[in-house]
């Protein structure tokens, strides 16, 4: 089990307002606390765990890994009386192994099994512990290291006690949910929670969002099943936070939403086929939306699009905002990023976009992210500093921006690719405009109110039509930025 501890905060009681329970208080909070876990309805979720527990446990399995290390050349070709050859085998050459413990479950009656890709990455070796003792020896079918999920396959004489995928879309937070697993190595342990928070983004980076729950998952349930109260999984237990290692009730498991479409894949393929549009998109923020003239909720927009890309040849812009994917609404970076993922390669979506303030549908058919290829990303924010080429440069008073032509010194001292034109900032005044917006020496100003330009009087023009209309005095800066374009909203002062 993953623990996240540069994430974690130890969390301490508030005994004082413990201590504030008493009396005729105190006695409502308890008769409450009865009524939920010991009266009659349908709070009384408890009175179901049993039944799903016999009849699902047969199908989570215990998986045990063991992996060939090789050994450091001090320990090889041992003399025949040296007292560490009992450690090693005849020939005093083989390496050690190590066991790995974790959880799974069976989705197929002949012996399909799903499990985390982190509790059988480099093994040599994997055995499915199940329910009732017996012991297969499993093959990798395929694993993601993306969605951390592998897949597994037994030879078994008989039809294996199986689970299936529920619909983790229809999860509420407050649903009650159990988790049986491997904790520990102890095999077989049920406990459960109710789902605490949905759509969590417990890494930086990727576009996989997790269910976040109470019901305790520990070391050895990675891997395992979390299911809903009607006996579906809705989420497969990959990760926690904690200080420690160990359950402080903070737990995370892939939504089925997504492992089932990755899970499909590996099965059929031995790896995931994802969607690809060739799009780089950034929040919309306050800012960007206005000069975008969109909503300040609308969606995402479009930093960039590449050349020859599925979405250029559908006529996405940079610029557009997204508002819905294939049906879907898109609030987020990581929604949209998802939702393309998920698409099958050459399928037809339709994408509503606003284009300047006017609604607009485009056709796009998915292409395939290839290996080695990054996909959709969020555009960065991190930009290497780079030192300017001395050279005669204008200042823009309105922007408070040095700007060149790129020549091709330039060009070549700032390491900006032939495709890309511009104007290049030399410098940025100290309390101008742009400053502390994120530009630096080096970029290049690619377009300006979604307008290209390639002299710095084409940046002047294009600011002064911004403070002489009547619209609005913020102006859009499209930005080369080290390998990445990014939008700028930059206030001017009106005419």
Do not use: C
Request: aromatic share 6%; proline share 5%.
């Amino acid at each position: 089990m993953f623990s996240i501890g540069e994430m974690t905060r130890q969390v301490q009681t508030n005994r004082n307002d413990f201590r504030s329970l008493r009396g005729a208080g105190f006695l409502v909070v308890l008769f409450s606390l009865l009524t939920l876990f010991g009266g009659s309805g349908p709070a009384r979720a408890a009175d179901g765990f049993g039944d799903l527990v016999h009849r699902l446990s047969p199908a989570v399995v215990n998986i045990t890994t063991k992996q060939q290390q090789s050994l450091p050349d001090k320990f090889r070709n041992l003399p025949e009386d040296s007292p560490l050859r009992e450690f090693f085998d005849d020939e005093g050459e083989a390496g050690t192994t190590t066991s790995a413990l974790g959880s799974g479950f069976v989705i197929d009656p002949s012996g399909v099994i799903v499990t985390n890709n982190h509790v059988i990455d480099g093994a040599d070796e994997i055995s499915i512990v199940f329910a009732n003792g017996e012991t297969l020896d499993a093959t990798l079918l395929g694993h993601d290291e993306n969605t951390d999920l592998a897949v597994l396959k037994v030879d078994s004489p008989h039809p294996l006690p199986s689970v299936r995928f529920g619909d983790s879309d229809d999860l509420r937070v407050g649903d009650w949910v159990m988790a049986i697993g491997n904790p520990f190595g102890l095999g077989g342990s049920v406990t459960s929670g109710i789902v605490s928070a949905l759509h969590r983004a417990i890494y930086a980076r990727g576009f996989t969002d997790f269910i976040q729950t109470d019901a305790a998952i520990n070391k050895g349930n990675s891997g395992g099943p979390l299911f809903d109260m009607q006996g579906r999984v809705v989420g497969i237990n990959t990760a926690i936070i904690s200080p420690s290692g160990d359950t402080v009730g903070i737990g995370f498991a892939l939504p089925s939403s997504t492992a089932k479409v990755v899970v499909d894949d590996l099965i059929h393929f031995g790896e995931v086929h994802r969607g690809w549009l060739g799009v780089r998109v950034v929040p919309l923020t306050r800012d960007l939306a206005r000069a975008l003239r969109a909503p300040a909720d609308a969606g995402v927009a479009v930093a960039a699009v590449v050349e020859h890309g599925p979405a250029q040849a559908g006529g996405l812009r940079a610029g557009d905002v997204v508002t819905r994917y294939d049906g879907m609404t898109v609030d987020r970076v990581r929604d949209l990023l998802r939702l393309i993922a998920e698409t099958r390669v050459r399928k037809r979506v339709e994408v509503e976009i606003l284009r300047e303030g006017k609604p607009l549908a485009v056709w796009l058919t998915a292409g395939e992210l290839q290996r080695g290829e990054a996909g959709e990303d969020e555009a960065g924010e991190a930009v290497a500093e780079k030192k300017p080429v001395p050279r005669p440069r204008a200042r823009d008073e309105m922007l408070g921006l040095d700007l060149s032509a790129l020549t091709p010194d330039i060009r070549s001292a700032h390491h900006v690719p032939l495709q890309v034109n511009g104007v290049v900032v030399m410098g940025v005044a100290a309390g101008g405009a742009a400053d502390g917006k994120g530009i630096r020496a080096g970029d290049v100003i690619v377009e300006v109110n979604r307008k290209a330009v390639d002299a710095p009087d084409d940046v002047r023009r294009a600011v002064n039509e911004v403070r002489q209309r009547g619209d609005g005095t913020k102006v859009l800066l499209r930005v080369y930025s080290n390998g990445r374009t990014r939008f700028f909203a930059i206030d001017v002062k009106p005419s």
